[in-house]
């Protein structure tokens, strides 16, 4: 059972871990409440992994991972903490962590993450059992080749067999010979050589038939003869002859075979002399065949073991002490995006970094003196442009005398495009919390704008210059206010979500967020939007990314050019596949190269400069299409402009979309009713007071709730508007208690906002269908709300009572 060493200044969450969590799990967990506890045991008695609480009594867990890295403890940490950040979890990482939790977590997130570190320290030891068994297998086969030179010049077993035999033949004078090896299952023996047999033998005995057996029981030698025992002697089945000598072929204590020679037709009798001889044969025998049987089984395992080299997933390269690759698998091609003859031969250094390569150098070096090193990174460029990021560990071997450097690495390409992306989606978290607070600050003096410019126009004696300025100043509220609504909608996380859209409308909210930035720099759009392209199927918050990431790569790629075109042009085509929205994005900016025209939709390419592009822009556009069943390519130029091209399945929808109503008069919000408007912006109150005023209301401001409901208890009111969010107590707080308290007003109550909803839960949602005004709100919408309120309810109604 593999330990888990957990490192917890709560004695709570130790032993929940220890005696719970872990053990159902299937680990074996021990507990320390401090850095040093932990420090102590871990040095005492390393475990498989450590789970290490981020701040501990005596020390953090950063400091606890630099210990382990100077110390050069290589044990997988995984790091808990309740209060991560993207710089400490980047230096975690940094410092050799292997993953991290955040508390708390449940079970299925500690079983995932223990067992990929768990996975890859299992993977880490075989690749070095592998490895050390590898260097064994070579080094035995070398001192056996030795060896076997040093016994016999003959390699060829079957021919040296067959040497003996004769040999054995020639030194005892005997008419026949024959060599027995004894077979695998014990209770038998193979025919493996002879010489001279007046008839063929069978491939096999059991021991009990043959005369041999008997030697190979004893282990001791056997001489025969007729002259002494007055009869033929049988030494196999139907096989009879006047004289034998058989010795064992003899390793250590055990027999392994017989070898035998025989006088069929002649009596004469065999020496000791003759024993002598033949017992010194049958050592060079029994050597033979233990070392061709060793030399099969080492062949055997080099066989094995090179499937393994060639075939393992990690990249395995060789090499000499001037760095040049000596051999290679296949993986390690494969990573590299090169042939194995491309490779072979050539110096490491061709494919790293001029950056990194000192570094690697040095590190190598120190690898080929005998010391030890731990793993390290290196950055290979591909033919391609690309790079694979592999961490890599060395290990010095020595092969014919010759001094040999073992690189495994494991191509991390993958796991750093996720914690890319991980980092990114983080950056659009924090960047969608921003615009939140900052759409909330701006909605807030825009609807005091919007509001006083509607309130003025709404007087009659204005002359033609204001009220055009006033009408300039209203549009341009409304045109600001629709500029953050744009930007809320694309910095806000939302699920994929398919829902009926109007792709020109889509392009029109991407090309709004833009609007600005192309103007400065100077390039004109040209919008040839299909008026009668149907709705479809889509996610528009998805391909609203799409369109953005384009528009910018287009602008980018002008601005390098001083300026120049943007056409975005959409249409219904028939193809193939039946009829398709086409939506085409083209620029006259610098055009992509050739060569990389079909590599731009990879993860991580780009022909940026480092800092200025992830590239994961247009990957995550290819995936957003090919998730809607569409397609996406790329057509360009160089030096005259690219054509990015989406085609989206047309998706048709039944749904009935009703006219618009034509909009109201301002006199028609209805009777006038006693309003208590609750807001903690003083300029959006005023502004509140005016217009509910002109609509013929009487109005009462407040700051806060509390003042709010001091205000309900001392006068009756009719409704209520009220902001969402506000310091202290929030509008669904007063929602609540206008509920308990004052029944009558529960569904007359209206909401504000100029912040993002997207943080609250479900039931408060449900609770501002048809209830909410969005910063900034015209006149129009706050009279049509007004008028389609519930009609009040009477405080002494019999359903109150």
């Known amino acids: 059972m593999e330990e888990i060493l957990v490192i917890d200044d709560s004695e709570q969450v130790g032993r929940m871990l220890a005696s719970s969590v872990l053990p159902e799990l299937g680990y074996r967990a021990t507990i320390a409440l401090t850095g040093k506890s932990g420090l102590d045991r871990l040095r005492a008695r390393q475990p498989d992994l450590i789970l290490l609480d981020l701040q501990l009594p005596d020390m953090n867990g950063l400091d606890f991972l630099r210990i382990l890295t100077q110390e050069g403890i290589d044990v997988p940490v995984i790091l808990m903490t309740a209060h991560g950040s993207e710089m400490i979890a980047v230096e975690a990482f940094r410092l050799g962590a292997r993953n991290y939790l955040i508390k708390p977590f449940s079970d299925a997130e500690a079983r995932e993450v223990i067992d990929q570190a768990l996975r890859e320290r299992r993977l880490q030891r075989e690749r070095d059992r592998l490895l050390s068994l590898l260097q064994q297998r070579v080094q035995e086969l070398t001192v056996l080749t030795r060896v076997g030179k040093s016994v016999t010049m003959l390699m060829d077993q079957r021919q040296l067999l067959d040497r003996i035999v004769e040999a054995a033949v020639y030194v005892t004078q005997a008419e026949e010979g024959i060599l027995f090896e004894r077979a695998a299952q014990e209770d038998r023996l193979l025919l493996r050589a002879w010489r001279n047999l007046a008839v063929q033998p069978p491939d096999n005995l059991h021991l009990n038939t043959a005369l041999a057996g008997q030697v190979v029981r004893s282990g001791k030698a056997l001489r025969l003869s007729s002259a002494v025992t007055g009869e033929s002697i049988t030494i196999m089945p139907s096989v009879t002859v006047q004289a034998t000598l058989q010795v ?54 080099e066989a094995r073991y090179r499937t393994i080299f060639a075939n ?36 490491l250094q061709r494919w790293c970094l001029p950056e990194e390569w000192p570094t690697i150098a040095q590190t190598l070096q120190r690898v080929a003196a005998g010391q030890q090193s731990l793993p390290f990174t290196v950055s290979f ?32 390409t993958e796991r750093r495009r996720l914690e890319q992306q991980l980092i ?64 809320l909608m694309f910095a806000r996380e939302h699920k994929p979500e398919r829902s009926v859209v109007q792709i020109n409308d889509v392009v029109q909210r991407a090309l709004a967020l833009q609007v600005y930035q192309l103007r400065v720099d100077n390039i004109t759009v040209q919008l040839e939007l299909d008026p009668q392209l149907p709705k479809t199927v889509a996610d528009p918050h998805q391909l609203q990314q799409v369109l953005l990431n384009l528009i910018t790569n ?74 809607h069943q569409g397609q996406i390519w790329a057509e360009s130029r160089e030096g005259v402009g690219t054509r990015i091209v989406i085609r989206l399945p047309l998706i048709e929808t039944h749904d009935e979309v009703p006219e618009e109503p034509p909009p109201p008069e301002l006199t028609e919000s209805g009777p006038s009713q006693r309003v208590l408007v609750v807001d903690d912006e003083e300029s959006v109150r005023r502004m509140l007071d005016r217009l509910l005023k002109e609509l013929g209301h009487e109005v009462t401001t407040v700051g806060d709730v509390d003042t709010a409901l001091n205000e309900l208890a001392l006068h009756p009111y009719d409704l209520v508007i009220t902001d969402v969010r506000m310091p202290q107590k929030s509008g669904f707080e007063l929602k609540d208690a206008i509920s308990q308290t004052y029944p009558h007003l529960a569904d007359r109550i209206i909401f504000i906002s100029g912040d993002t909803l997207n943080s609250l839960k479900p039931q408060q949602k449900e609770q501002l269908q048809d209830r909410l005004l969005s910063k900034p709100f015209s006149i129009l919408q706050l009279a049509e709300l007004l008028r389609n309120l519930p009609p009040k309810r009477m405080i002494n109604s019999s359903e109150h009572v």
């Open 248 to 301: 064992p072929l003899q390793l250590g204590d055990r027999v392994i075979g017989v070898l035998a020679v025989n006088n069929r037709r002649t009596g004469r009798v065999f020496s000791e002399s003759d024993q002598s001889l033949l017992s010194a044969l049958a050592d060079y025998a029994a050597i033979a065949i233990e070392n061709a049987r060793l030399y099969q089984a080492v062949r055997s395992s």
């Open 381 to 412: 460029q591909r033919p391609s442009n690309e790079f694979a990021i592999v961490e890599m560990s060395a290990q010095r071997l020595e092969v014919d005398d010759q001094v040999m450097i073992a690189c495994i690495g494991r191509d991390l």
């Open 424 to 487: 990114q989606s983080d950056k659009l978290s924090a960047l969608g919390q921003l615009v939140a607070g900052v759409a909330h600050e701006l909605n807030n003096p825009l609807t005091s704008v919007s509001g006083y410019a509607q309130l003025l126009l709404r007087k009659r004696a204005l002359d033609e210059d204001t009220r055009s300025d006033l009408e300039q100043i209203h549009q341009q509220a409304d045109r600001a206010g629709r500029i953050v609504r744009n930007l």
């Open 312 to 347: 393992a997933s990690d990249m395995i390269l060789m090499l000499d002490t001037d760095w040049r690759v000596v051999s290679s698998n296949q993986s390690g091609a494969q990573i590299l995006n090169v042939t194995l003859d491309e490779l072979i031969g050539q110096p």
């Open 554 to 627: 287009a602008r980018q790629a002008m601005t390098e050019r001083g300026g120049g075109t943007l056409t975005i042009r959409t249409a219904l085509c028939d193809t193939t596949d039946g009829p398709q929205i086409e939506i085409v994005v083209a620029d006259t900016g610098i055009g992509i190269p050739a060569q990389y025209l079909d590599k731009i939709f990879n993860p991580f390419f780009t022909t940026k400069p480092v800092g200025q592009g992830t590239g994961l822009g247009l990957a995550i556009c290819y995936g957003i299409i090919k998730e």
